[in-house]
């Protein structure tokens, strides 16, 4: 039986933007044999010198034992390059504060500094910030001497317990050897209190915060035993950013609810009204027995269940509970597949708390991600795990059986390629916030691989063994529904590139991984706030001699 193996093209590889791929050092690494000077062979055949495009750039990690620095190289063009390491160089940032402006007792400043490679996550930096006498705090910390002179941000991050009484501060900034901020003075405070339905203080502490774009903007007090109050500290600069602020308030208890505040503008004065209200939860969370069975209503073991619930809502904001339980595996004398939860629950049908639930089976489950098609009402319950009330069984869905042969530029199956499923971030299809899981396989001397996939759009990279002399393969936006689906790949003809990574000092540097990207922007895409992620196109680790040898695509794949 034929099949088509028409190549991927650069259509079908550049249509939808990569996933942040994994930047461990020696992750997926290669070292490729010789076959003389005009190529090399493997598993996967053989493939003469390549000519890399001018826009690919080399992201080069030391290991961590090498006095070299991150480094970054769009010399990649000319046949085997030498490509000479950054330095470290040591930058010091001073945080000074108004006399009446306070200080946190114990802080780590964080220095973000853009990726030369658009679409790559930004490159982070840390150190601890220590305080004097004076009240300034210093912190050093270790960068590639190249990136110095660029635009940066620089935020200073209280560590708890200073957190109760700081906020983070955040400053914009280019990157120097000493770099100067000062703490602003004119913060401004939001303040209330939290009470339970009945005009109550809650018998349990909770930790106040405000967001602002999902981002940390404030203090992170503890509400007062007395009273239910607290006041957030917020830095004036968050007027600036125009975003709502969301107000959540936390439970150190592991039985409470929590509330999280409508958005409301930022402003100087109170965004909303206090106090704020929890819900009634009419007393503590009983125990409730989950089973969790598949097609043929056999348990599923090492499932993870989630139920969730709005306890109530009122003009402020919303009161939200959740539980999270994994399904037993029948040892121990325990029942295969039943997840036991506390939850808050009525005394009847009339007052019964009304849950959704999702449940996650384990990667590579044939199993799917499901949720409950309609709320569950969940009342009465177990004074203990032992006495535990059962709800209704749920019944997992079947996950979509992608399955294909994986062959090199020669026609030639490859085994032990890593295939590896990674899902967008929509949910799965009748889920609200769950999204699919990822999976991965390897391929059999066949070339055969076998994947088990939740509804949803992927990217699949083909990842061939070390030694292989074919190159790596990313696939953007495939897109998975039910059934079975048959999915053959070509992996592209390869070609060789080689070239030496020298230490500042200019000796060989071993044990470096090399990845090389084409970034998949241009011009203003690549300064968009989201640019789409740069293609792998190969990884390598280099030799005792800094020597490395990778596969690549040849020209036109």
Known sequence: MNRPRARPTSALLFAVASALLAACSGSGASSLSSSGAGGFTGSGGSAGVAQLPSTWIAEIDPPSSSSAAITFSADLVKQNPTLQMDSQANVTATFTAPSNAPVPAKATAILTVPSPIAGRPPLTFQAPATVSSAGVLTASLTVPEKLIGIPVTLTLVPIPPADQQNPPYTFSTVLATSMQATIASDNFTIGGSLLTAVAQVPQTTFVAQAFQGGALVSNAPLTQQSNGSFQLVIPSAVLAVGLPLTVQLTPQSTTDPWFVSMPVAASDSAPFPMPILLAATNGPPNYFSLAVEDSSQGGVSGAVVQAQVTLGMN?????????????????????KGVATLSLF?????????????????????????????????????????????????????????????????????????????????????????????????????????????????????????????????????????????????????????????????????????????????????????????????????????????????????
Do not use: W
């Open 315 to 335: 003009t402020y904001g919303s009161t939200l509970f959740s539980r999270t339980a994994t399904t037993t595996d029948g040892t121990g004398g325990t029942t």
């Open 345 to 557: 629950s009525g005394s009847d049908m009339t007052t019964a708390f009304t849950y959704s639930f999702a449940v996650v089976p384990p990667a590579n489950s044939p199993n799917a991600t499901t949720c409950t098609a309609s709320p569950v009402k969940v009342f009465g319950g177990g004074a203990s795990a032992s006495t535990a009330q059962a709800l209704p069984a749920i019944v997992l869905n079947t996950r979509t059986v992608l399955s294909g042969t994986v062959v090199d530029g020669d026609g030639s199956p490859m085994s032990n390629v890593a295939v590896a499923a990674t899902p967008g971030p929509d949910p799965v299809p009748g889920c609200s916030g769950t999204p699919a899981a990822s999976a991965s396989a390897t391929t059999d001397v066949h070339g055969l691989f076998t994947l088990y996939l939740d509804p949803g759009t992927y990217q699949l990279d083909y990842d061939p063994p070390p030694g292989s002399a074919a190159p790596r393969l990313t696939e953007y936006g495939i897109v998975v529904g039910g059934g079975s689906l048959s999915h053959d790949v070509d992996l592209p003809v390869a070609g060789l590139f080689e070239g030496t990574v020298l230490a500042p000092d200019m000796t060989a540097l071993p044990s470096a991984t090399i990845r090389i990207y084409e970034p998949r922007c241009d011009g203003t895409d690549c300064t968009a706030p989201n640019p789409p992620a740069p293609v792998l196109r190969a990884q390598a680790l280099t030799d005792a001699n800094g020597m490395f040898r990778v596969a690549v695509p040849s020209s036109g794949n």
